[in-house]
């Protein structure tokens, strides 16, 4: 039997998501991809990312990345990255009518890298695991009699990529067909888990929910993704290639952003981040970084150097690594990320940063904090909200409803979906604006005038 493989030729897929009857193939100035990276700029849910946290409390008074400004980061870092991997693409399929197209993976990915983080809630990934356990473990476990298996699945494993997919793609109130009308392959480049719910097993991680699965299917479907159903026939698919840039991009910033921030914060000394970030170099390399450094007096110029210096080398070791792993993505049989098959001095390298980082950054002392302040916040705003949907003829539920934005549907005709519409909204939240909905819910912020 002939063994199954995607093509370049359907992967690389313009048309938009609700807005099919309206595509055309003729080019504008700006591609459809670009307008896909324009209508996230612009948007909303993007602009509430700069009050997301990415790793360290916000705000204070030394700079650390926000969601937003991780996110723009990863963009830059997946076109550099993409943009390489297509010129190489370019050459390898040379003569074939269609081979313009791989000009615009560097745009898909840029976008799809804009849109990776944008169903996170507040908090960090205490955020995600706040509502997931909010169902396994918290008030919301009595529920579980009341939903599908499916459903329980989807609320237990909440995952914030699964929750992006949702956020793009879903028609909430007042809005078009298609939510943002994204092009179907910038879509399946920001699913890393291409798979339901109840195949995550103890990993919670998939790609969408339940009430998005028939999107998701009409998206892999036009692109020729191949589909591996589950024992029991679930949904599940091999990824679309493009992922592996998207991951492989957000893994190279936030790993040594990440170190680069700690060291602002004074979690790591100057010259440890120095030597970790030299180890990715050979010796003549390492020589050439060590005299310009010698130019350089303030430390965190140096430690800027040396991360730009590490983020190219990574980008250059990670697009050999997918061109190399290119026929085995298409036929999807390629095993872990593209970081798991660079060189090994750059994957050591990379090893011990994130060593490094679960040593000193994210056990850090201020960081927990905000796990568990994150935690009890959201865990509150889920179980008021909860009842209220579930009991709107109270009058509490109706007061607090009344501060729900009209697009959530907190009206839906079925329990799953009213507390979708909870966890919507939520997850929508800026971390300052959850703290200030929970201070006012237990009445810790109200304004009396005398």
């Known amino acids: 039997m002939e063994q199954k493989k995607m093509h370049w030729d359907r992967l690389i897929c313009d048309k938009r998501f609700g807005l099919e009857e309206y595509h055309d193939a003729k080019k504008g100035v700006r591609s459809d991809f670009l307008r896909d990276y324009d209508r996230l700029v612009f948007s ?3 602009r509430r990312l700069q009050n997301k946290t990415q790793v360290f409390p916000l705000p204070g008074s030394i700079f650390v990345h926000n969601r937003l400004t991780h996110s723009l980061e990863v963009a830059c870092v997946g076109r550099s990255l993409a943009t390489e991997v297509g010129q190489r693409l370019k050459v390898k399929y040379a003569g074939a009518d269609w081979v313009d197209k791989f000009d615009a993976i560097g745009e898909i990915v840029s976008a799809a890298c804009l849109a ?11 955020g995600e695991k706040a509502i997931a356990t909010f169902f ?6 009595g529920l579980k009699e009341l939903l599908t298996q499916e459903q329980w699945y989807d ?3 909440f995952d914030g990529n699964a929750n992006a997919f949702r956020l793009l793609t879903h028609r909430f109130n007042g809005r078009r067909p298609g939510g943002f009308a994204m092009t179907y392959s910038m879509l399946a480049s920001i699913v890393k888990y291409p798979y339901a719910s109840s195949l995550a097993g103890d990993k919670p991680k998939f ?23 589950g024992p ?7 990824r679309h290639p493009l992922v592996y840039l998207v991951e492989a991009a957000d893994d190279i910033c936030y790993e040594v952003m990440d170190i680069e921030d700690a060291h602002k914060l004074g979690l790591i000394p100057t010259q440890q981040v120095i030597e970790l970030f030299l180890d990715f170099f050979d010796t003549d390399r390492r020589k050439r970084i060590e005299d310009v450094m010698e130019h350089v007096d303030d430390p965190n110029e140096k430690i800027v150097y040396l991360r730009s210096a590490v983020i190219g080398a990574l980008v250059a070791a990670a697009a050999q690594a997918f061109v190399e792993g290119e026929e085995d993505m298409l036929a999807g049989n390629y095993e872990g990320s593209i970081l798991d098959h660079i060189p090994q001095r750059e994957r050591e390298g990379y090893a011990r940063c994130n060593a490094l980082s679960w040593e000193r950054i994210y056990r850090a002392a201020d960081v927990v904090d905000i796990d568990l302040a994150g935690t009890s916040i959201i865990s509150f705003l889920m179980e008021k909200l909860v009842h209220a949907v579930r009991n709107p003829q109270y009058n509490y539920s109706q007061l607090l409803l009344s501060k729900v934005p009209q697009q959530y549907e907190v009206d839906a005709p079925d329990l799953y979906g009213k507390i979708q519409a909870v966890i919507d909204h939520v997850s929508g939240m800026t971390d300052v604006y959850a703290l200030d909905l929970y201070r006012k ?4 912020s109200l304004k009396i005038n005398n």
Do not use: C, W
């Not at 990776?116 to 205490?126: A, E, Q």
């Not at 396994?136 to 476990?141: F, L, R, T, V, W």
């Not at 790609?207 to 159903?229: C, H, M, N, W």
């Open 155 to 157: 609320l237990t494993r």
């Open 207 to 229: 790609g969408f929910f339940t009430s998005e699965q028939a999107d998701y299917i009409k998206v892999a479907t036009e692109l020729g993704l191949i589909s591996r159903p």
């Open 136 to 141: 396994s473990e918290g008030p919301g476990a």
């Open 116 to 126: 990776h983080d944008l169903g996170n809630p507040p908090f960090g990934h205490s």
């Open 44 to 46: 909303s849910p993007f």
């Open 232 to 238: 029991n026939g679930e949904v599940r698919y091999v």
């Open 441 to 444: 819910l237990n009445g810790m």
